[in-house]
């Protein structure tokens, strides 16, 4: 069963940017099947090692194109990005010493931040980026 689903709501007409969020909901989608299925320590670390890293390229990618563009709410949108990489480095870390768990718990703040930030602040740059010529 599908832990997020992409839906057309999540878009935020910049297509690499749509495309690299379907991405996150994917790594999502399977560090939760990887909790479910009770997969062993190296599996789940394995997929939480990924989505960080993954996020952590989606995010650059995302203020690279800000600072080329001038996007007005550049450093709020940043401050959010780095706000959420402390975080799960934190749960990484806590995972890898055994003080933590993937729970549903952490699933659920995983998926409503992206969710959140996806529906909220970058669609917010999304129009910016159209009113610019980016699709």
């Given at each position: 069963?599908?832990?997020?689903?992409?839906?057309?709501?999540?878009?935020v007409?910049?297509?690499?940017?749509d495309?690299?969020?379907?991405?996150?909901?994917?790594?999502?989608n399977?560090?939760?099947?990887?909790?479910?299925a009770?997969?062993?320590?190296?599996i789940?670390?394995?997929v939480l090692?990924?989505?960080?890293?993954?996020?952590q390229?989606?995010?650059v990618?995302?203020e690279?194109m800000?600072l080329?563009?001038?996007?007005?709410?550049y450093?709020?949108?940043?401050l959010?990005?780095?706000?959420f990489?402390?975080?799960t480095?934190?749960l990484?870390k806590?995972?890898?010493?055994?003080?933590?768990?993937?729970?549903?718990?952490?699933?659920k703040?995983?998926?409503?931040?992206?969710a959140?930030h996806?529906?909220?602040?970058?669609?917010?740059?999304g129009?910016?980026f159209?009113?610019?010529?980016?699709?």
């Amino acid at each position: 069963m599908t832990y997020m689903t992409w839906t057309e709501d999540l878009s935020v007409k910049v297509r690499a940017f749509d495309n690299q969020h379907k991405k996150l909901v994917f790594l999502i989608n399977a560090l939760h099947d990887a909790m479910k299925a009770r997969k062993g320590k190296e599996i789940l670390s394995s997929v939480l090692d990924e989505l960080l890293e993954y996020t952590q390229t989606h995010f650059v990618s995302e203020e690279k194109m800000m600072l080329n563009y001038d996007y007005p709410d550049y450093l709020e949108h940043k401050l959010e990005h780095d706000s959420f990489i402390t975080r799960t480095i934190e749960l990484k870390k806590d995972y890898y010493l055994g003080k933590a768990a993937i729970s549903n718990e952490v699933m659920k703040f995983v998926q409503d931040w992206v969710a959140n930030h996806i529906l909220v602040t970058d669609k917010n740059y999304g129009a910016f980026f159209n009113r610019n010529g980016v699709s």
